[in-house]
């Protein structure tokens, strides 16, 4: 059987460092919220364009920068709250929630195939939320292009202190125009730029080509109710999702927070960009691939979750529903595949 929406009326303690204890993921609930099952967009709905993060002209950022500085602002217990925002993050890596009917089984979206579409789901919430409150139904968010020698140092976007796109927990040697390591261990390599960039294009053609020849080997694990959490993640989750995020997140705090950690990484406005272009990831890895490439498997289809839209409603989404951006109406502008031939 497939995983099941969360019950919002037991929540956990979130399983977090000691050092971030007192911290409550749970989401905003009162008993008898109703809860109504996702309808996508209408087809007529204008398509959302997400442009590459290193591309942003100024109106666009200035917008961008308007939408987060009001979701900030919103009070803490209105679930579109930035607060709540990246609270939803934790309370699905960190245990908040059991399986429903596995008190023992937590849920968890990393590790499995549950990966792709939850996160998907993630930021087509927030993107909306973000939209509606400058009153733009043309808002996207912007992604962080690490696939191509352009994007591949800290979005400078993201970089200005006196933005609400800034967060302080960052390390501080990564700053841009430093060269990300698409597969970062914790250690900087000290290679020259251009060495480093070819490195992270054969990274990105292994990760989306040889290694994710079949839909598991990319998408991940199956996961199913009654499972134990993490039965495996799939070529990209693993890297470079992992490595941007540890890249990412500052060497000075306890635990690397914000990026470098799962209960804080969406704490910093930069998370929805990195997970845009895994998103986008997912998108061209499908359109690489002649046929439907999804699982068919029903335990995936009907897995389902529960986020707040644009209108404060509780919804309850499917995997089955978020299989096409187009059908969610958004896209990813087109910046081109620079490691498509970077065939070691
Ligand atoms: Cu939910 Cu990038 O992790």
């Not at 007192?22 to 209408?42: H, Q």
């Not at 927990?169 to 251009?194: C, E, Q």
Request: aromatic letters at 12%.
């Amino acid at each position: 059987a497939p995983i099941q929406a969360p019950d919002l009326a037991s929540c956990n303690t979130p399983e977090i460092p000691d050092t971030a204890t007192g911290l409550s993921c749970c989401l905003p609930y009162r008993p008898g919220t109703a809860i109504v099952d996702f309808v996508p967009p209408p087809a007529s709905a204008p398509l959302r364009v997400r442009p590459a993060a290193h591309l942003v002209d100024k109106k666009c950022l200035a917008k961008y920068e308007r939408a987060v500085a009001l979701m900030k602002k919103l009070p803490d217990k209105d679930p579109r709250s930035f607060a709540q925002q990246w609270r939803v993050h934790c309370a699905f890596c960190d245990a908040a929630y059991d399986q429903v009917g596995f008190p023992d089984l937590d849920i968890q979206v990393h590790n499995s195939w549950l990966f792709f579409p939850w996160h998907r789901f993630y930021l087509y919430f927030h993107e909306r939320i973000l939209g509606k409150l400058i009153g733009d139904d043309t808002f996207a968010l912007p992604f962080w292009n690490w696939d191509a020698p352009d994007g591949m140092a800290f979005p400078a976007i993201y970089n200005n202190r006196s933005s609400p796109l800034y967060d302080e927990k960052r390390n501080p040697a990564h700053l841009p125009p430093f060269t990300l390591d698409l597969d970062y261990n914790g250690t900087d390599s000290p290679i020259p730029r251009d060495q480093q960039i070819k490195q992270n294009l054969t990274i990105m053609y292994r990760q989306m080509i040889s290694s994710a020849k079949r839909t598991e080997l990319f998408l991940g694990q199956p996961y199913r109710q009654g499972d134990q959490p993490d039965p495996g993640a799939g070529s990209v989750e693993n890297v470079p999702h992992n490595p941007v995020h540890l890249w990412t997140g500052d060497t000075r705090q306890p635990n690397g927070e914000d990026m470098g950690i799962f209960y804080s990484a969406a704490r910093d406005p930069v998370f929805y960009a990195h997970h845009g272009n895994v998103d986008r990831m997912w998108h061209i890895w499908r359109g690489l691939r002649p046929g439907n490439t999804d699982f068919t498997d029903p335990d995936w289809l009907d897995a389902a979750f529960l986020f707040y839209d644009e209108d404060a409603r509780l919804v309850r989404v499917r995997v089955r529903d978020c299989l096409d951006p187009a059908t969610l109406r958004y896209a990813y502008q087109d910046v081109g595949l620079p490691w498509l031939n970077a065939k070691p």
